[in-house]
């Protein structure tokens, strides 16, 4: 039986985006990053606190340019135990790129424009 474990974001400033994960999505570096020992990566896994499941960041020194993100169709979800003040916060950190009222969800941008889904615990 396979498990998921991890899903990877390359990103351009680990600190930024390190910072944006803990203040929209309470997410913390869990266990020592994984340094390059020429410095070119180095990769942070953060987690939920409750869940296995783990966001990988990986930064590239070699890597200067914006990261290609296609048409950003696919994404990581999150869910929320309430979703009115998950989205005052987003919305007051300015980072909600997209809100489907309908279906009751939102996705949130981060720094590289990743985007992640935030839906109602159900």
């Not at 474990?5 to 803990?22: E, G, M």
């Not at 180095?42 to 070699?62: H, N, Q």
């Not at 309430?82 to 009222?101: I, Q, R, T, Y």
């Amino acid at each position: 039986m396979y498990q998921f474990q991890h899903f990877n974001f390359n990103v351009s400033d680990l600190d930024k985006s390190l910072a944006f994960y803990r203040e929209a999505l309470g997410l913390e570096p869990v266990g020592e990053p994984i340094r390059a020992e020429d410095g070119s990566f180095l990769i942070t896994y953060l987690g939920d606190g409750v869940s296995p499941f783990r966001l990988e960041l990986t930064w590239l020194r070699d890597h200067p340019q914006k990261y290609d993100l296609g048409e950003c169709e696919f994404h990581l979800a999150l869910t929320t135990p309430d979703m009115a003040a998950s989205l005052a916060k987003h919305k007051a950190m300015g980072c909600v790129c997209f809100e489907n009222p309908d279906m009751g969800i939102y996705f949130i941008e981060d720094p590289d424009g990743y985007w992640v889904e935030v839906i109602p615990e159900r």
